[in-house]
């Protein structure tokens, strides 16, 4: 499994996880601020400050959204800001960032299930949940909500583009002025004053008709401060509550059909990605890290555009509790199942990313007879050296080498006797390929773990590599 980036972030202190409002002290981030619903959360809300930093007016505000039944994490703007500034990157990925927070807290406070978090913003904060989400791949977060938005930032250094952030140098080249985004991976809603004296109120409503996928709520009476909150906390409470209604599905899998053997898959985290012509192969493929999104979701979608039917198993969401080798087996194979009979395959493809991969080889070797013989394929995209099948809070703060090596599984795979293939990146140094010999087939990629983008040529080379082959007899 591979660490994100983010694996800076460092348990300094835990002030009383089960007392009112603690603090943890999380890296870059300094203090974040948690506020517990009563009852068990229905959503996460990242907060982030205004320049004043974590104080009065926006603790009222993540109290209104932890009395609606959220888990609030407060962070102060003031402090990430200047902890990015200091970074060696050339560019902040902010979004990578907010999702680890995101999973940290969440694991650390032991919820039994993940939740995709929305993000709020105040005055830079709200620029900076903008940016975060406009960055961030897809089902990275559920929405942001931005209360007195101004496209500029006081930024000593960029954001890198992500999945398509644009922007200019501000005044006199300092900070930046972001610029509309061409298109949204999730809802955008900005709250505007008409008597914002900081954030010209028309900027912004030109800013949101300019941003597919987003909406302004206009409200009369309110300044910058929103210190009156009879004139806006009705408005804020709608929009929330509508952007978290209903609830995010865990799977969007369908029933099982008559002829599918009666394999239900509705309780696995599964995502389809119908085929978008004919043919003749399933491919089930297990996420990284960060769940559904960016590389699992392109690799998958180039295989259905050449008519691969995609299951994909959302890692982060299956692994969040743990889970042995055998079980690991067995729902891959529930989903194998399903799905060849749902979408009539006569030939299996496993694939996994990152942690998908790590797990392959060990979910691979333990497939049942009956698949085996279905089986035409096998692509692992930047395994690593050891997995655990659960989700630690070692996997944001580094260290922990326990869980199970992969080198050992992934050299048995040659015993199914289909192709092998194995993705890494040229600037990757925790690489299972480099260990592997034939028949598997190493395949050097541009760039990291995230192969330059070059997701259509990986999705090429695996077709070529299985389409003129059977089943194993």
Same mark, same amino acid.
């Given at each position: 499994?591979?660490?994100?980036?983010?694996?800076?972030?460092?348990?300094?202190?835990?002030?009383?996880?089960?007392?009112?409002?603690?603090?943890?002290?999380?890296?870059?981030?300094?203090?974040?601020?948690?506020?517990?619903?009563?009852?068990?959360?229905?959503?996460?809300?990242?907060?982030?400050?205004?320049?004043?930093?974590?104080?009065?007016?926006?603790?009222?505000?993540?109290?209104?959204?932890?009395?609606?039944?959220?888990?609030?994490?407060?962070?102060?703007?003031?402090?990430?800001?200047?902890?990015?500034?200091?970074?060696?990157?050339?560019?902040?990925?902010?979004?990578?960032?907010?999702?680890?927070?995101?999973?940290?807290?969440?694991?650390?406070?032991?919820?039994?299930?993940?939740?995709?978090?929305?993000?709020?913003?105040?005055?830079?904060?709200?620029?900076?949940?903008?940016?975060?989400?406009?960055?961030?791949?897809?089902?990275?977060?559920?929405?942001?909500?931005?209360?007195?938005?101004?496209? %500029? &930032? /006081?930024? @000593?250094?960029?954001?890198?583009?992500?999945? #398509?952030?644009?922007?200019?140098?501000?005044?006199? *080249?300092? =900070?930046?002025?972001?610029?509309?985004?061409?298109?949204?991976?999730?809802?955008?809603?900005?709250?505007?004053g008409t008597i914002d004296q900081v954030c010209d109120p028309s900027q912004t409503e030109d800013f949101v008709a300019k941003t597919p996928g987003s909406e302004v709520v206009?409200?009369?009476?309110?300044?910058?401060?929103?210190?009156?909150?009879?004139?806006?906390?009705?408005?804020?409470?709608?929009?929330?509550?509508?952007?978290?209604?209903?609830?995010?599905?865990?799977?969007?899998?369908?029933?099982?059909?008559?002829?599918?053997?009666?394999?239900?898959?509705? %309780? &696995? /985290?599964? @995502?389809?990605?119908?085929?978008?012509?004919? #043919?003749?192969?399933?491919?089930?493929?297990?996420? *990284?890290? =960060?769940?559904?999104?960016?590389?699992?979701?392109?690799?998958?979608?180039?295989?259905?555009?050449?008519?691969?039917?995609?299951?994909?198993?959302?890692?982060?969401?299956?692994?969040?509790?743990?889970?042995?080798?055998?079980?690991?087996?067995?729902?891959?194979?529930?989903?194998?199942?399903?799905?060849?009979?749902?979408?009539?395959?006569?030939?299996?493809?496993?694939?996994?990313?990152?942690?998908?991969a790590d797990v392959l080889p060990l979910v691979a070797n333990r497939l049942p007879d009956d698949l085996r013989r279905c089986l035409v394929g096998l692509a692992m995209l930047?395994?690593?050296?050891?997995?655990?099948?659960?989700?630690?809070?070692?996997?944001?703060?580094?260290?922990?080498?326990? *869980?199970?090596?992969?080198?050992?599984?992934?050299?048995?795979?040659?015993?199914?006797?289909?192709?092998?293939?194995?993705?890494?990146?040229?600037?990757?140094?925790?690489?299972?390929?480099?260990?592997?010999?034939?028949?598997?087939?190493?395949?050097?990629?541009?760039?990291?773990?995230?192969?330059?983008?070059?997701?259509?040529?990986?999705?090429?080379?695996?077709?070529?590599?299985?389409?003129?082959?059977?089943?194993?007899?």
């Amino acid at each position: 499994m591979k660490r994100m980036c983010v694996a800076v972030l460092v348990v300094l202190a835990a002030v009383g996880v089960w007392a009112e409002e603690p603090t943890l002290e999380l890296g870059r981030f300094g203090t974040v601020h948690l506020y517990r619903p009563a009852k068990p959360p229905t959503t996460v809300v990242l907060f982030v400050s205004g320049d004043g930093g974590w104080n009065a007016g926006v603790i009222d505000m993540a109290r209104d959204l932890q009395e609606l039944g959220a888990l609030v994490v407060g962070v102060d703007i003031v402090h990430y800001l200047g902890q990015l500034a200091r970074g060696e990157e050339k560019c902040s990925y902010a979004a990578a960032d907010f999702e680890a927070l995101s999973q940290f807290v969440q694991k650390k406070l032991d919820l039994p299930a993940y939740l995709s978090p929305v993000m709020v913003g105040y005055s830079s904060g709200a620029t900076l949940v903008y940016a975060v989400l406009v960055q961030a791949p897809p089902n990275t977060f559920r929405g942001a909500i931005s209360l007195g938005f101004c496209p %500029d &930032l /006081p930024l @000593v250094k960029p954001m890198c583009k992500g999945s #398509g952030l644009e922007w200019t140098a501000g005044p006199k *080249g300092k =900070g930046v002025v972001f610029l509309p985004a061409r298109g949204l991976a999730a809802p955008w809603v900005a709250l505007q004053g008409t008597i914002d004296q900081v954030c010209d109120p028309s900027q912004t409503e030109d800013f949101v008709a300019k941003t597919p996928g987003s909406e302004v709520v206009v409200l009369p009476k309110v300044g910058h401060g929103y210190s009156v909150p009879r004139n806006w906390l009705p408005q804020f409470r709608q929009v929330f509550q509508k952007m978290v209604t209903p609830p995010v599905p865990r799977a969007t899998a369908t029933a099982a059909p008559e002829g599918a053997g009666n394999v239900p898959v509705a %309780d &696995l /985290p599964v @995502v389809e990605v119908p085929a978008e012509k004919a #043919g003749d192969t399933l491919a089930v493929f297990l996420s *990284g890290d =960060g769940g559904w999104a960016g590389i699992d979701r392109e690799v998958a979608e180039a295989l259905a555009r050449q008519g691969v039917a995609v299951a994909g198993l959302d890692s982060l969401r299956y692994f969040w509790t743990r889970r042995t080798p055998e079980q690991a087996a067995a729902d891959v194979a529930r989903v194998a199942r399903h799905y060849l009979a749902t979408w009539q395959r006569g030939r299996l493809l496993l694939a996994g990313y990152s942690r998908g991969a790590d797990v392959l080889p060990l979910v691979a070797n333990r497939l049942p007879d009956d698949l085996r013989r279905c089986l035409v394929g096998l692509a692992m995209l930047g395994p690593s050296h050891r997995v655990e099948l659960e989700f630690h809070v070692t996997d944001w703060v580094g260290g922990g080498d326990s *869980g199970f090596e992969t080198a050992p599984e992934a050299r048995r795979l040659a015993a199914l006797g289909v192709p092998v293939l194995c993705f890494f990146g040229e600037d990757e140094t925790d690489t299972l390929c480099r260990d592997l010999a034939p028949p598997t087939a190493v395949v050097t990629m541009p760039g990291g773990h995230h192969f330059g983008g070059k997701y259509q040529e990986i999705a090429e080379r695996i077709l070529k590599a299985v389409s003129t082959g059977s089943p194993p007899s």
